[in-house]
């Protein structure tokens, strides 16, 4: 069973920054890639960013120079640096793997249960 934990949600004001943290468990083959979405009240859920394997990165147009992907292989980790916040990006933020469980076997996403990040003017 694969888990994903989003840590490093909170309230922060208008300008300020925030580190997002989502670490993999579980027992899985590998990683193809691992992204960040967010999903305001009355909206579908987005796309933020996304790392893939190979080390590519893509961002949505909004957090393109205020956000960072990261990931740290060997930890099955995916942070995302998140600075000159403003209320437009309060919304609930989910960490999704693509990954395959055996050598060999289709890929699949999984989500984190999500971490709320609150700006305020």
């Known amino acids: 069973q694969v888990q994903l934990v989003e840590s490093g949600g909170g309230l922060v004001q208008a300008g300020g920054s925030l580190r997002l943290s989502c670490v993999a468990s579980?027992?899985?083959?590998?990683?193809?890639?691992m992204c960040w979405y967010r999903q305001s009240p009355g909206k579908q859920r987005e796309l933020v960013a996304v790392?893939?394997?190979?080390?590519?990165?893509n961002y949505e147009d909004s957090a393109k120079g205020r956000f960072t992907i990261s990931r740290y292989n060997a930890k099955n980790t995916v942070y995302l640096q998140m600075s000159s916040l403003n209320p437009e990006d309060t919304a609930v933020y989910y960490c999704?793997?693509?990954?395959?469980?055996?050598?060999?076997?289709?890929?699949?996403?999984?989500w984190g249960q999500g971490t709320q990040v609150t700006v305020s003017s």
């Open positions: 999704n793997a693509v990954l395959s469980v055996v050598r060999g076997s289709p890929l699949y996403n999984h």
């Open positions: 579980g027992t899985f083959f590998s990683i193809n890639a």
């Open positions: 790392k893939i394997s190979c080390g590519s990165t």
